[in-house]
Structures are given as structure tokens and as C-alpha cells.
């Protein structure tokens, strides 16, 4: 878990989300609902497990198919009320680099949060066209 910096937040994981959407604009809508649905399925989601060990987010999938490492995790994701998708697919790709840099000084140096804050901050002020006033 990353280190609690408020203890009124509640605790949330990053997860690495294996997924799939369709576009807005698609020829076939009710089809790809479908399949999506079907993706999303125990049935597939077994499949995937057997198939290439993947950790299902269907809870109905049999965890005897999962390794001991996979079924702890499972087990400790149960009660975690937030998830958060990776940081670098969440956000302008300028504004992930400096995020995950920010982050690394941080862990090297936790002291000094408040211009890690500051930095990312900057960052995100230039991604959205802000300027230091707000504006």
C-alpha cells in the first residue's frame, strides 16, 4: 500500500486495468455491447486465468484457478474501497512524466513533500493552460 499521507483519505490501490472499450461512433453498437459484456463475463474471465494467469476483476471467477500469490491479492483487494488506474494512462502523457519523477524524488527524499507538490502542481497548471494566478 502506499504510505498514508492523510489518514482521512480512504485507502485506494492502483491497479493495472487489462480491458477493453468500443468507440462512440461505432458501426455495430449492440454487437460490441455484447461482446464487451461477454469479456467481462466469469466465463471469459475463467478462460484468461487458465489461458494466461490473469487476475479476473469478476469476482464470480473460481480463485482455485488463481496462484497463491494471485489469491492473496485477491483476497486483500476485496475490502479496498478506491481504485485508481495506472497514473501514465490517466493523464497527459507531459503531466505523468513529471508526475512520476516528482513521485521517485518523494520516496528518496519524503521530507520534502511540499515541493514535490509544488512541482507537480506547476505541472499540471502548464498541461491545462493555467498560469500561476489561476488564470
Known amino acids: 500500500a502506499f504510505p498514508s499521507i492523510r489518514n482521512e483519505v480512504e485507502q485506494a490501490e492502483i491497479v493495472h486495468a487489462y480491458g477493453a472499450f468500443m468507440t462512440s461512433g461505432t458501426t455495430y453498437p449492440e454487437i460490441a455491447k455484447e461482446l464487451l ?4 463475463s466469469a466465463e471469459s474471465q475463467s478462460d484468461n486465468a487458465r489461458a494466461i ?3 479476473g476483476a469478476n469476482m464470480q ?13 485477491v483476497e486483500y483487494l476485496h475490502d479496498v474501497k478506491e481504485f485508481v ?4 494512462l490517466s493523464m497527459e502523457p507531459e503531466l505523468a512524466r513529471t508526475a512520476l519523477e516528482v513521485f521517485q524524488e518523494y520516496w528518496k527524499n519524503p521530507e520534502h513533500i511540499d515541493a514535490a507538490l509544488e512541482q507537480l502542481e506547476k505541472a499540471r497548471r502548464k498541461v491545462v493552460g493555467l498560469n500561476s494566478a489561476g488564470n
Request: glycine share 0%.
Open 37 to 40: 459484456a461477454w469479456m467481462a
Open 53 to 55: 494467469s490473469r487476475t
Open 61 to 73: 471467477v473460481d480463485s482455485s484457478l488463481y496462484s497463491d500469490v494471485q489469491q492473496r491479492l
Open 85 to 88: 488506474p495506472l497514473l501514465e
